[in-house]
């Protein structure tokens, strides 16, 4: 579900010219997927994925989007029955578990959350069994529809109204869990933070918190300083369907993917069947490479270690499974972005390092030889 917009918001969303901002990012591809992962997407960065929907079932996939997991109901009886939850949003990954959102949400009602309150449940990520959920105190939101941690793994955000709210990870444990323990409080708010198109699914990218919504057939993702609250308009589109999940992840053609659906109230859909939409930043980011040491002395026997860096989830990030090329040797960077390389060079000159990784464009470091 999206974040509701009020009747004059949305009509100045709608009077407003695109930004160039909006062109951040090109369309790189579209993957049909099961009506089943209607909600929301994560992924973990070997790059297996977690799918929810189409209102309370957990799903796991390969990269591929090759199914290896299937939950139709995660929500146990009784939480449903003492709580009311019948509803996850968009959900994310974190060391602790698959993170899901939860809600008590009736179409017909006025509030559609019935209950007026909400939770994060943690889920086994290979097995999706549940294991626990804690509560969210209602005097800071009144239901929870989205969750990301951060790239730190330290806070988990959400929103309530058209603020910003962010979690402690550490208070997502079992001595918070319902509903025995009392609700958590937020750590963090950034008031006013939510952008105008609303938000249905997020995710972090190169440091920032980008966010998916829509008004009508406009269609927009923003990103998001957490530090400061300030947005950026990153993608606009002009679809008719229903914007759901956001998620980053190296593969299926793209870096950013966005979960576009075909229920719309201004049909014909623009997709007919339930897609994963990806996109690639414009101008590619490029790939820096580091070595060490930088200088050699000829004929000397040396052990290199180059590393290699990209602005996917935050800014710099050590890059694992790059491919790195060095004196016509290629091997692939560990889980720290490093690959290492023994040689003895034999007369002074410059030897290049070259890496390449899906998604940036390549980079190059140069060693002296002296």
Known sequence: MRVRLSLVAAALLLVVAPSADAQRWRDAGRSVIPIDYYQGVTSDPAGDLWFDGISFG???????????????????TDVSASEGYNHIGDLSYSPRGVLLPLECYDPRANPTNTCGTGSIAVADPATLAWRYYVKLDPADIPKAMWCEVSPDGKLVWTSSGNDLLAYSTADLSIAHAAPTAAPIRSVRRLAGAVPPSGITGATFYAGRLFLAGAVGTTFQVWSVDTSTGRRRLEIERQYSGESEGLDSLRGLGGTLHWQVQPITDTPPPTFAEPSLLHFLPTPVPRLTVSASPRTLTAGDRARVRITVRGAWRAPDEPLPGARLSFRGTTRTTDGRGRASFTIRPKRAGKLNAVARAFGEAPGRTTLIVR
């Open 58 to 76: 957990l799903y796991s996939t390969k990269p591929q989007l090759v199914e290896t997991g299937r939950v139709p109901n995660v929500i146990p």
